[in-house]
């Protein structure tokens, strides 16, 4: 049963330009999607008026020297989105979207190291009125370079000129983790992203993680009964769906101090819930729902499922054509 699922899933990534990514090299081929949120970048819908909505960040950004041992701690501001897919594999590879903010925009050469956190979720409580990231799983920091199978480094790549509304341009981001994360399938985490800034280096860089497209579902998404309320439609604008995965994007206060590039120690405090923008991300209702943040998670497919999946894309497109 669960290789069936992972063949139809597969199969509506491939038909939704999964694999025509790989093939560019960004993921490494080979890796697969297995956790999709894209980012907001133009919005475009006649039942809105025909008006365009290009999304908005939140600041995601640590400052102090650059990691090393005996160094002292980075800290600021972070985002973080829960996440849950349906496949026990590894994360190998995160793409990820963001801008440069405020009246500087881009600064010098840009961000030169960010640091990757997974982490375990604290659920809704009585005591806890949303839920957000607990303990850290794992927590490590990429440097801007080229690209091989686990070599921590990530690529920036302009993707949106600046918008009319703000001035801000939005890059994706590619890295390949030093130390994949071992997920397990239907189990809720947390993907914690912040631009790591020394500013004596780096000048005074502020970077926000971008939103996601909440008019687009994640066919890969935890859904419930499994994980509850998983990859859900939570309400429309105008007669346009609002989709959503679990609970609020989450912000807060990182300090943090790497041992080496794959640990480290790390205390969040000042939780957060955030809410999409009107009329940054469309019209109102939508400054009345939680927000995503813009993100992927890519793997190695189980054995035997690639070519299940494969066999999935060609067959819809033969019924597509």
């Known amino acids: 049963m669960r290789v069936r699922m992972m063949m139809v899933l597969i199969g509506l990534a491939v038909g939704r330009g999964v694999f025509s990514r790989v093939a560019r090299a960004d993921p490494l081929p080979g890796e697969v999607l297995k956790f999709q949120q894209l980012p907001e970048v133009v919005l475009t819908l006649p039942s809105l008026g025909g008006l365009s909505y290009y999304g ?65 979720d604290v659920p809704v409580s009585a005591s806890q009125p949303f839920s ?46 030093a130390c994949p994360f071992p997920e397990r399938h239907d189990t809720v985490y947390w993907l914690k992203i912040a631009a790591m800034v020394d500013q004596t280096r780096d000048g005074s860089i502020q970077w926000g993680w971008h939103n996601r497209d909440w008019y687009l579902p994640d066919a ?66 939508i400054d009345t729902f939680s927000k995503d943040l813009a993100f992927e998670l890519y793997t190695l497919p189980e054995p035997g499922v690639m070519a299940l999946g494969m066999g999935a894309a060609v067959l819809m497109l033969r019924r597509r054509r």
């Open 132 to 177: 957000r990231p607990g303990k850290t799983l794992l927590q490590q920091f990429v440097n801007k370079g080229p690209m091989a199978p686990g070599s921590g480094t990530f690529t920036e790549t302009l993707i949106r000129g600046p918008d009319p509304v703000i001035g801000e341009s939005v890059y994706q981001y590619n890295a390949e983790l």
């Open 220 to 285: 890969l998404a935890s859904t419930a009964p499994a994980v509850d309320p998983g990859e859900k439609m939570v309400g429309t604008v105008g007669d346009v769906g609002v989709w959503h995965f679990q609970d609020d994007a989450v912000q807060g206060t990182l300090i943090t101090q790497f041992l080496n590039q794959c640990s480290g120690t790390s205390e969040e405090s000042d939780f957060a819930p955030t809410h999409y923008l009107a009329p940054q991300d469309g019209p109102p209702p």
């Open 56 to 120: 908005h960040d939140e600041l995601s950004t640590i400052f102090g020297p650059s990691p090393a041992p005996g160094t002292p701690p980075l800290q600021g501001r972070f985002m973080a989105d829960d996440f849950a897919d349906r496949f026990d594999t590894p994360v190998l590879h995160v793409r990820w979207w963001g801008s440069y903010m405020g009246p500087d925009h881009f600064v010098g050469t840009g961000v030169k190291q960010f640091y990757i956190g997974f982490e375990e």
